[in-house]
């Protein structure tokens, strides 16, 4: 990862807090040349930020702010804000004897600033006209699940916000999810459901993947002036359109058919046979020379040829020589004995490979067949949901979407390969460990037959020559933007079906080869 994706990376906390004291050493290196500290820096930005939320002058605000240094932020942002003339209350969640100099210093700010220090039984007691709401009360010092009072507030205060419609800013993290997995923190626990989440010194992996897509809402990052030197590569970025760029090559006058590939899926059981033709469709529609469509076995019915895309050709694949042919595999495929035949002879001979649905399935059933996947040389994508991925890594489901990365990472490196483990912020991970989040996609994506579509359009990027990873980060892309842009349209989230992401993948794949 090069220095050209910093604005991608994202971090974990151990990361930020070590950017961060590196930060802190320069500044005590330079005499304090720099006389703002960092969290005036991160006041001043949430206060740009608040800004632009609210649409009149004398805004009544409340912001929360919390026992630590996030709510250190709270304080400066409240003091900025009311210096502007807007009407600003905080409620203080923590001893103030207990704060950090930092925190003291910003405090003494807002009360000169004329801030109102209110309590929760004085809360209850104002007229509910806020304008906005900015919640400092944890950052990535969250130790534990919100409780008692806290709980209740943050139930409140989301409540709140709802029932006003206004806009709920997080500071840092919406207090209560777990700033690295994006999970809210506690069995039972619960979080700040904010609209805007300004982010400081580096973008967090937890603000993008699991619950923490619905609890941060839109995500900025304000860097407090560290000098990009301080920001190492890191090992997770963000998978956006712009990050893609310059992958896809516009296609050579001097090209044909052979030139991009054939793909064979393999698939559909009785009862199945549609995911097998979703993921030829979605192969096709994404550019492959030749799609062949293998559905193993003698199936009653089964179809020929596909009537609406009688471009796709019908093999068997018990007779195919794989050696020159990029295979999807598992699309409805079923776990019978026949078929894990095909998928030992797919792990050993495709040139490229895409495991997905009932292939999976049969690999977590078996020690031999994810020893032979591992001892892989070519390219090879999984694109496991959260139970599969939970079945591969002999755990329960829960597990895996606890801690997201973990499950993507441990895959990856054990079955030595890239997976994409699909949800809400999808996550492209490498053997390496170096992994990818996207930042496409919506709840319309939950229906049958989406995640055949996905196998198919991964298939036929790696036969037009992408890697593994560039192939996995495109489609998983490219598939969710397709989602987001049909349910703009008012395709969806309801009713969206898988075939008609087909053309608007065609479209965004076309988008990406643009310069
Ligand atoms: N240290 C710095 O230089 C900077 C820190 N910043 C802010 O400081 C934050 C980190 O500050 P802290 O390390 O003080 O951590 P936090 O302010 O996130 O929270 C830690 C405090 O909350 C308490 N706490 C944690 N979980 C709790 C729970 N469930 N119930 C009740 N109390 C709980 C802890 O005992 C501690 O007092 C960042 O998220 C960011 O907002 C920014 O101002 C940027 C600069
Ligand atoms: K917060």
Known sequence: MGNQDSVYRVYSVAEIRAIETDALAMQADAGNADTMSLMQKAGLAAA???????????????????????????????????????????????????????????????????????????????????ALIIDGLFGIGLKQAPEGSIASLIRDINKLAAELAIPLLALDVPSGLNADTGQVTGADGIAVCATHTISFIGNKTGLHTGAGRDYAGEVSVATLDIPANFFPPGKARLNTAASLKGILQPRKQNSHKGSYGDVIIIGGASGMVGAAILAARAAQFSGAGRIYCGIPGVIPLAPSYDSLHPEIMFRSPEDMDFHNHHVVIGPGLGTSASVQALLTKAIKSAKTLVVDADALNLIAADAALAHLLAARTAASVLTPHPLEAARLLQQGVAEVQADRLLAARKLAQQLNTVVVLKGSGSIICEANGDLSINTTGNPALASGGTGDVLAGVTGALLAQGCTAAEAARIAVWAHAYAADELVAQGVGPIGLTASELLPVIRQNLNLLTKR
């Open 48 to 130: 740009h930020l608040a800004a632009e939320l609210l649409t009149q002058a004398h805004a009544k605000i409340l912001v929360l702010a919390g026992p630590g240094n996030n709510g250190g932020d709270a304080f400066e942002v409240a003091a900025l804000l009311s210096a502007q003339g807007h009407v600003v209350h905080v409620l203080q969640c923590g001893e103030t004897a207990n704060y950090s100099s930092d925190a003291l210093s910003s405090r003494h700010k807002a009360q000169a600033q004329h801030v109102q220090f209110i309590d929760t039984a004085i809360l209850a007691t104002l007229p509910a006209d806020w």
